[in-house]
């Protein structure tokens, strides 16, 4: 079954959004394999958004995630991938569509409430960086069936 990486960002977590956005994914169908909250260092931050280092807006970007703490987290589902892109909305706030994550409660592009995974490379190299295989699940719900 396919897994992503998603994070309620820092303004997600002190907005109380948590449990607003788990309950989207589970409601959707989606089943959590592993959560935490956490600090992230600065290593952590420049390696996970590497691929934006050379983007003007990557030391913002490092010292937003490392601001205060995020709540990371597994799901597993098939096309869990592009469905939790979809349900993310666009990376920008005020593009992303009303019933999206971004489009009912971020405003800035610097706080947009959700990271999630854009492609299987990238789910497998995020999920690798934030957990141990130890610290995932795979389980069957007895609802799957009906969704
Ligand atoms: P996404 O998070 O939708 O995958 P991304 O990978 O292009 O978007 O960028 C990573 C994060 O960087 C994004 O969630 C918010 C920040 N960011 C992107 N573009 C930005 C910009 N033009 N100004 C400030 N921050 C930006
Ligand atoms: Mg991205």
Not at 90 to 118: C, L, W, Y
């Amino acid at each position: 079954m396919q897994r992503t990486f998603l994070m309620v960002k820092p303004d997600g977590v002190q907005r109380n959004l948590i449990g607003e956005i788990i309950s989207r994914f589970e409601m959707k169908g989606f089943t959590l394999s592993g959560a935490k909250i956490m600090h992230i260092s600065k290593e952590l931050a420049e390696t996970h958004y590497g691929e934006h280092k050379e983007r003007p807006f990557f030391g913002d970007l490092v010292d937003f995630i490392t601001s205060g703490p995020v709540f990371a987290m597994v799901w597993e589902g098939d096309g869990v991938i592009s469905e939790a892109r979809k349900m993310m909305g666009k990376t920008n706030p005020k593009e992303a569509d009303p019933g999206t994550i971004r489009g009912d409660f971020g405003v800035q592009v610097s706080m947009n409430i959700i990271h999630g995974s854009d492609s299987e490379e990238s789910a497998k190299r995020e999920i690798d960086l934030f957990f141990n295989e130890d610290q995932l699940i795979s389980y069957e719900k007895t609802m799957t069936k009906w969704i």
